[in-house]
């Protein structure tokens, strides 16, 4: 693992103050083809480091990426944020015993209020699948993957995506419709995401999308 620095931080919403860690200079050995990064060692120190990606406060549930350092809040948006965890049907369920993917749904829940962009909160989703694969979570580990495919769909249409964002975000929608089983949409937007490649920094991605579509292909027949 990784450096793990633990430091005080205070709730922006209901002013709890608690400690929280966040890790430095960890070590990866390479991607999955859903871009989760695989660790060094044992797959639930790797979900713990994925964890780390949000911070969730233990007595309202508020969560956002990275810390709370330099998050201003407005009177409404705190109140607002209130309600909805309060109303949130998982948060509700879960609160109690926390599972490890909570603080990235509950982060999603709150950029929701704060109006992050569609693929910001598809990012989360996305990080919350890949603890439950590693967590071998595998109902959650799709819906979350289906939460992300609706997410980067809206950002595809009204974003105006574009660069390695653009390719990135319409290769995932492809990777992630072949892992929930819908082999021929898969095709669809790999074949979408070639065609968004322009610079040849992207020759990873270029081979990565290449290899994806045969497996779709002998996937779907
Ligand atoms: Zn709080």
């Keep these: 693992m990784g450096q793990v620095e633990r430091v005080y931080t205070r709730c922006p919403v209901c002013e709890h103050v608690f400690r929280t860690s966040s890790v430095k200079g960890y070590t990866t050995v390479g991607r999955e083809s859903d871009l989760c990064p695989k660790f060094p060692g044992r797959q639930s ?3 713990r ?3 780390h ?3 969730m406060c233990p007595a309202c549930s ?3 990426p990275e810390d709370f350092a330099g998050l201003d809040l407005s009177f409404d948006q705190r109140s607002n944020i209130e309600d909805r965890l309060q109303e949130d049907g998982l948060l509700r369920v879960f609160r ?4 490890p993917w909570l603080g990235f749904h509950a982060a999603e829940v709150c950029g929701q209020e704060q109006g992050y962009r569609a693929r910001d909160l598809g990012d989360l989703c996305l990080r919350a699948s890949w603890v439950c694969r590693k967590e071998k979570e595998q109902p959650f580990e799709s819906t979350f993957q289906l939460r992300t495919v609706r997410y980067f769909l809206r950002s595809l249409e009204h974003e105006g995506l574009h660069g ?3 390719s990135v975000t319409t290769y995932l929608v492809g990777e992630l419709n072949r892992r929930l089983g819908r082999h021929r949409e898969a095709l ?3 074949v979408n995401a070639e065609r968004t490649i322009e610079d040849e920094g992207l020759a990873w991605l270029d081979r990565l999308i290449t290899r994806q579509k ?3 292909r002998e996937q779907a027949a």
């Design 45 to 47: 120190d790797g979900s």
């Design 49 to 51: 480091l994925i964890q």
């Design 53 to 55: 990606h949000v911070t």
């Design 62 to 64: 508020f969560a956002s």
């Design 96 to 99: 109690t015993s926390p599972p």
């Design 164 to 166: 390695r964002e653009l």
């Design 188 to 190: 669809n937007w790999y």
């Design 214 to 216: 045969e497996r779709a």
